[in-house]
């Protein structure tokens, strides 16, 4: 029998004593951080554009991949109330264990009598997987592109809301009745 041979995936290291010297590629690295430093440091001096830094928050990217998984977005009936039906599968999916439902029951709407009364992401540890979306029966939880203004000193205020999830640029194309 053929002896098992365990599959590489790694590059063998066949380094040169140009590498192995290591001072010569330690002056490579500094060169090549050091000349892009210098570049963007003209550009910023001189006002030019492609400098690769974005001074927040005085600046903002608007260029996100049209892919990128922003900030979440509750889906509204047409009547306003929220599409989800408060079935929980986001939050029992969701890997960081960050979101939070409180289920209510409306006995005046008897094609959705379910819905959240209290519907919470905590920003502060979500990985913006986007499992959430991906799990949710309904299309009733989306990401937008852009990415939430998360920055603060108080950890309290990136748990976000039923109500600012609703309201935050909330996309009615796609509403069911
Ligand atoms: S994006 Fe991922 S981590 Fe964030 S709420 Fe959705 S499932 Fe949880
Ligand atoms: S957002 Fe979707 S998956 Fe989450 S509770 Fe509502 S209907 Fe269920």
Redesign the pocket.
Known sequence: MKPYKRPQYWNSPTMGWWERAYVFEIARGLWVTGSIFTRNMWRWITGRKGALTTYYPEETRADYAPLNRGKHI?VQRENGKP?????????TVCPAKV?E?EAAFDPTDPLHPKY?AR?EIDYSRCVFCGL?VE????D??RMLKEVPDLPTFDRDTLWLGKEELLTWNPRKDGAKR
């Open positions: 509750l599409q989800c039906i408060a079935c929980n599968l986001c939050a979101i439902i959240p519907f959430c799990a949710c029966p309904e009733a939880i």
